[in-house]
């Protein structure tokens, strides 16, 4: 299924660029990560925070956590918190886990973890388990007039190694893929070059005039003769 049409209409209305996703069932960053073949700092993840009774939403990059005391002192708040799933359907009237990452359309104030800045595109969630979208990182901050911060720490997360090895095949697969468009199309153009001087050197020529100026004057040389 294509993502959802409130988030679609909200970036074509703002004229963003922006890729759209589609992939199975996810229900992480971190399983997004690697069901797409990309590293935890390329996907980003959303967080709800609660800072004094009023919502905030944090995006930060999957490899990371947030840190609460960097993010109290950061907002300036008495108390932090990450609310209950049944504050997000009573406040943002949203189900579980259909929270986007654009938290304009949910009337909510974005904060981004400085650490994505560590990546030119990143992988956003729609609010949908089936389908992203990639954007660049700067446009989708000046999209939200989101502020920066240092409100994250390492989470310690890691990819397993089959994944990584799996995220290298593919990138091969596609830069072979690529190499072999670019050698088909010179191979094309060769054989094309080859072709012309080919039929170049086995045309007929066009046949050449004879001139009958000779004939003429043998002629008058044998009628000339006394006999």
Known sequence: MPIPAKVKKYLDDKGVDYEAIAHKTVFTAYDAAQTLKRSLKEVAKNLLIEADKVHVLVILPADRKVDLKKLKKYLGAKKVSIPKEQIMIKVLKIQPGSLSSFGRLHQLEVLVDKTLLNTKKAVLSTGSFTDSVLMKVRDFIQLEEARLADVAMNAGYKIPQAVKNQMKQA?????????????????????????????????????????????????????????
Request: no cysteine; proline share 5%; net charge positive.
């Open 171 to 227: 990138k091969k697969i596609v830069a072979n893929k690529a190499g072999r468009q670019v050698a088909k199309k010179n191979m094309k153009k060769s054989l094309n070059r080859a072709v012309k001087r080919i039929v170049k050197k086995i045309a007929p020529r066009p046949a050449r005039k004879i001139s009958k100026k000779p004939a003429r004057k043998a002629a008058k040389k044998t009628t000339g003769k006394k006999k």
